[in-house]
Nanobody, 124 residues
């Protein structure tokens, strides 16, 4: 299983980005998916997660109302829309997959597969 992220870049404060993660393999609909970020010198943190049906989501408190996670099971893709970006959002963003997991409630250590990450930089 391979996860490939895209969509990162440099944006000004208040701007938007859309991150995408394409997952290889035929069983994407049986994966819970998550987006994480890691800033220099900080631990990796969970930003958003989505159940395998897409019916349930989780968001880090600081991004609620500004970030939106979604998935398209027909295209093996999970997206993260980042709006009203702030400089503290600067980090490498990773997507991750947990196989045979219905709900979005997955501890970070239990994810099975990770992408290589995409850099998001928000200038002030």
């Amino acid at each position: 299983v391979q996860l490939v992220e895209s969509g990162g870049g440099l944006v000004q404060t208040g701007g938007s980005l859309r991150l995408s993660c394409v997952v290889s393999g035929p069983t994407f609909s049986r994966y819970a998916m998550g987006w994480f970020r890691q800033a220099p010198g900080k631990e990796r943190e969970s930003v958003a997660a989505i159940s395998w049906s897409g019916g349930r989501t989780y968001y880090l408190d600081s991004v609620k109302g500004r970030f939106t996670i979604s998935r398209d099971n027909a295209k093996n893709t999970v997206n993260l829309q980042l709006n009203s970006l702030k400089p503290e959002a600067t980090a490498v963003y990773y997507c991750a997959a947990k196989f045979n997991q219905r709900s979005e409630d997955v501890p970070i250590a239990e994810y099975d597969y990770w992408g290589q990450g995409t850099q998001v930089t928000v200038s002030s």
